[in-house]
């Protein structure tokens, strides 16, 4: 298979040709383009006039034409390959460029399934993000950090809510009635994306299950986009895969500590704009001189005299944005560490809203030999969510702050909170109602690696996703749906957990100057369980006491799932003289989800 630049160089030539060719201000130069290391046509190479939308591509035999102003500049850019600029002289032809290969870019090592290759291998489409992308990139989840960065991956935030969930999908919606989720691999484990926390409970929105880990422990992500790419990963890579390395140690590197703090502060961009209350006392008595009213008894005889309540202030606050960072980073020829630990909380502009983190990282390789080599990744976060009833009924807070009429006071004469119609107060909603979320994640990876001899090893790994969330909403009597219960509390504990299980033995070789081989086989066992426990109240003495132990009727509910997944996969890549490679995957899964 022809290396995937000269794909892309095709598809470049036929979005472009078109206006290259109608374009013919300026003398029209001729020229061939060539690699410098053995003067080979170079097909598919980007040659543009700096400064103007005149380009064309080079073609089979490297080639090309193009006309260009007087003493104009050309362009010359290729994947894998240096970018270059000619200046072109006004009654020159025959242009010839030699274009140096970016070794840099080409030897990049890539994270791909089950291992690495170089860039200059790859047969599938893989889009890279590194540390230094997306080091000053201030965003509460890691899933954020791929917005705008890698082509063909569209990431929408599904609410403003901190902490809630994100919408990631890559090239498009692939599945009607199934997920379209991609699969996310965090240092070799598989991240389970199940959403602990229930929507029905409080009416919070979903939560994001990556906000558990902290970005400033990532040193690179890779996107596997396409069917060779994600194969080895089977069924559940067919909506893309998503690669996530953190950041480890170095050998014979000097200890460093780092610390980073970044503060910011959000308001919203735009406010509901309401009527004041001399506006809606005017509007009231034009309706009524419209329905034909008398205009002895107009409803508002002073409109200029009534008041106004600004319930939209009340709801917006400027939120603030914190993050602090500390890491501690080394090692020698035997040892290498990583060791980070991180705090962020992250406030909503409506309030109450707000998510925190508390994450810790540790990062350890030994090598007990030259051959053998242990490791591990541990990753601890506890989360914490306050989420305001923000939803499109009137129980809302956003609603409940802006239906109401602008000249209705907030607080009755008693000092109570005022009630219009079935919306809720809004300051009571904001005061008073409890939709907590507390959760616990562990993602932890421990390794053994044994090279037979040079190019051929057997590495084991085990790994383990804990992630459990207890939420707790009470509802009490000021607000409407806890009025009707004489209070409503409920409680729910969440816990997923996943147990892996891995063997890959790989071999690369190079056989001299032009044939490069990497080969792999391996098995995984994986298992999954996964339990929830419910439990509802009502009826409580007063609101001072809001455990459901204290209601007078308690419900409850529990359920438990369990399933098992056991593969096997292999990969062989085979690159002839650094220009064409061959790549072939396979995987087969046996699931317990399944009948015999």
Do not use: C
Request: hydrophobic share 35%.
């Amino acid at each position: 298979m022809m290396k995937t630049r000269v794909l892309i160089g095709l598809l470049f030539f036929l979005a472009t040709h078109s206006f290259a060719q109608t374009d013919s201000a300026g003398e029209r130069i001729t020229g061939r383009v060539t690699s410098a290391k053995d003067r080979s046509a170079l097909p598919g190479v980007s040659v543009s006039v700096k400064g103007s939308t005149q380009g064309t591509v080079t073609d089979a035999e490297g080639r090309f034409a193009l006309a260009v102003p007087p003493a104009g500049t050309l362009v010359f850019s290729y994947i894998g390959y240096l970018f270059k600029e000619v200046i072109v002289k006004s009654g020159s032809n025959g242009v010839d460029v030699a274009l140096e290969e970016d070794a840099k870019e080409l030897s990049e090592l890539v994270v791909v399934g089950y291992g690495q290759q170089t860039r200059q291998s790859l047969t599938g489409s893989v889009a890279s993000v590194t540390a230094a992308d997306i080091r000053d990139i201030p965003v509460p989840s890691t899933d954020q950090l791929l917005q705008g960065k890698t082509t063909g991956v569209q990431v929408t935030a599904n609410s403003g809510v901190p902490g809630g969930g994100i919408f990631i999908r890559v090239r498009g919606t692939n599945s009607v009635n199934a997920g379209n989720d991609p699969l996310y691999v965090i240092d070799g484990v598989f991240i389970n994306n199940t959403n602990l926390i229930t929507t029905g409970l409080g009416n919070q929105v979903a939560s994001n299950p990556l906000a558990d880990l902290n970005p400033a422990d990532i040193e690179s992500i890779q996107v596997l986009k396409d069917a060779n790419a994600t194969a080895i990963y089977g069924s559940r890579g067919a909506n893309g895969v998503v690669l996530i390395t953190t950041k480890r140690g170095k050998v014979n590197a000097r200890s460093r500590i780092n610390f980073s703090t970044y503060q910011g502060w959000s308001q919203a961009a735009k406010k509901y704009e309401v009527v004041t209350g001399p506006q809606l006392a005017e509007l009231e008595n034009e309706r009524h001189l419209n329905d034909g009213g008398d205009p002895t008894r107009l409803p508002f005889p002073n409109p200029a005299d009534e008041p106004t309540y600004d319930r939209i202030s009340d709801l917006f606050r400027t939120a603030r944005t914190s993050d602090y960072e500390l890491s501690v980073t080394g090692g020698n020829e035997k040892t290498t560490f990583y060791v980070g630990g991180g705090y962020f909380r992250q406030e909503s502009v409506v309030q109450p809203s707000n998510f925190e983190r508390y994450s810790a990282r540790v990062n350890l390789d030994h090598f007990f030999s030259d051959r053998l080599k242990v490791g591990t990744s541990n990753a601890l976060a506890r989360t914490g969510r306050n989420v305001s009833s923000n939803d499109n009924n009137p129980t809302g807070v956003i609603n409940s702050g802006l239906y109401p009429r602008s000249n209705l006071p907030v607080f009755n004469t008693d000092g109570s909170y005022a009630l219009y119609g079935n919306f809720d107060n809004h300051l009571a909603l904001i005061n008073h109602l409890n939709n907590d979320a507390v959760g616990h994640r562990v993602i932890s990876n421990v390794y053994a690696e044994y090279t037979f001899f040079e190019g051929l090893s057997l590495r084991s790994s085990w790994s383990i996703d804990f992630n459990d969330a207890y939420e707790n909403n009470y509802t009490n009597t000021f607000i409407s749906a806890g009025r009707a219960s004489q209070g409503r509390a409920v409680s729910a504990l969440t816990r997923d957990i996943t147990l892996l299980n891995e063997q890959v033995l790989s071999y690369r070789k190079e056989f001299g100057e032009r044939h490069r081989l990497y080969a792999l086989v391996g098995n995984t066992i994986q298992k999954n369980t996964f339990g929830r426990t419910t439990l509802n109240g009502q009826q409580f003495p007063s609101n001072d006491f809001q455990t459901i132990a204290s209601s007078a009727t308690q419900t409850g509910s529990s359920s438990r799932s369990a399933a098992g997944l056991v593969s096997y996969f292999g990969k062989v890549n085979y690159s002839y003289l650094n220009r064409y490679s061959l790549e072939g995957s396979l995987r087969a899964d046996a699931s317990s989800r399944f009948g015999a």
